[in-house]
């Protein structure tokens, strides 16, 4: 597997860990239809949270964040309609970025941030 894909996974893993450790309760993880994916959905409380995951070993290109630029977001904003389209929910959803720090030499750092943009 390449590096850019283990990082991502384990990015990924420790997300649905910081999540759950927030009270929040995981729907689904890595949900895709067709070219579109979430990679993480979840409950928080009862609000629909559709949470992007960003990992990086090296700030060479910025934060983790900012990658979750205004292409990213449109695409999650129709993967969001999409599913809940599907599952028939009716009520308060949100968009959140986990923005994770994987500094090899040291413990991963989690930046949670709620409501992080939304869709126009």
Same mark, same amino acid.
């Given at each position: ?13 420790e997300a649905c860990r910081f999540v759950n450790e927030i009270g929040y309760t995981i729907l689904e993880v890595n949900w895709r239809y067709k070219h579109l994916e979430v990679d @993480? !959905?979840?409950?928080?409380? =009862? ?5 992007? %995951?960003?990992?990086? /070993? ?38 959140? @970025? !986990?923005?994770?720090?994987? =500094? ?5 750092? %989690?930046?949670?941030? /709620? ?6």
């Amino acid at each position: 597997m390449s590096i850019h894909l283990e990082t991502g996974r384990s990015g990924e893993a420790e997300a649905c860990r910081f999540v759950n450790e927030i009270g929040y309760t995981i729907l689904e993880v890595n949900w895709r239809y067709k070219h579109l994916e979430v990679d @993480i !959905i979840a409950m928080d409380k =009862d609000v629909l949270v559709f949470i992007e %995951v960003k990992t990086r /070993k090296s700030l060479l290109y910025g934060q983790p964040y900012e990658a979750v630029d205004y292409r990213k977001q449109q695409k999650l904003n129709r993967a969001a309609n999409l599913y809940i389209s599907y599952k028939k929910h009716q009520g308060d959803i949100r968009f959140d @970025i !986990i923005s994770i720090f994987s =500094d090899p030499a040291k413990k991963m750092k %989690v930046e949670h941030i /709620k409501d992080a943009f939304w869709p126009e």
